[in-house]
T-cell receptor, first 109, second 115 residues
């Protein structure tokens, strides 16, 4: 069993829809939770970063962490074609990052 | 966040040769890391580049194959030695910034193809 599970998709939504992404994990020692966005031929770009259960909002992006269920989510409101990318969840134990497989998202104009 | 530059951005190499990848950061950082992203897959940590001491390698990665240097707090190199087609991947450098040396930020990577 992988430490971090993420459905690779692909996920296709119309412009303006809400994109919902999620990951589950098995290691209760994970301390920090992140979402990265990766465009083709680019490195991962940090979108959201949190270390506690609950919600964190930044513009159109909302990250949720439920440590009791070992479940994290990312919601993208009013999605735009420019949001088309691969979204990677990542978690840290000590200083080591463990990544999910990444979900490829396409927002159709 | 820190600006991370990697060189080269891509290369095509012959089997059996070696390539050194450079990672330069625009500010001093404590922790630097090297990752591999194989085609269509997620990122796997190769090693932590330690300044002034030997790198710390993850299971499945060895110093003879992936020697790493970290001469100062802004620069590191990763060498991929005796390359084979299985080494064709994207190699990414990341740095940890902020309190508790988190979160990590990534460069754009080096796309390596082995013929």
């Amino acid at each position: 069993q992988k430490e971090v599970e993420q459905d690779p998709g692909p996920l296709s939504v119309p412009e303006g829809a809400i994109v919902s992404l999620n990951c589950t994990y098995s290691n209760s020692a994970f301390q920090y939770f992140m979402w990265y966005r990766q465009y083709s031929r680019k490195g991962p770009e940090l979108l959201m970063y949190t270390y506690s259960s609950g919600n964190k909002e930044d513009g159109r992006f909302t990250a949720q962490v439920d440590k009791s269920s070992k479940y994290i989510s990312l919601f993208i409101r009013d999605s735009q074609p420019s949001d088309s990318a691969t979204y990677l969840c990542a978690m840290i134990n000590d200083y080591k990052l463990s990544f999910g497989a990444g979900t490829t998202v396409t927002v159709r104009a | 966040s820190a600006v991370i530059s990697q060189k080269p951005s891509r290369d095509i190499c012959q089997r059996g040769t070696s390539l050194t990848i450079q990672c330069q950061v625009d500010s001093q950082v404590t922790m630097m890391f090297w990752y591999r992203q194989q085609p269509g897959q997620s990122l796997t940590l190769i090693a932590t580049a330690n300044q002034g001491s030997e790198a710390t390698y993850e299971s499945g990665f060895v110093i003879d194959k992936f020697p790493i240097s970290r001469p100062n707090l802004t620069f590191s190199t990763l060498t991929v030695s005796n390359m084979s087609p299985e080494d064709s991947s994207i190699y990414l450098c990341s740095v940890a910034t902020g309190a508790d040396d988190q979160p990590q930020h990534f460069g754009d990577g080096t796309r390596l193809s082995i013929l």
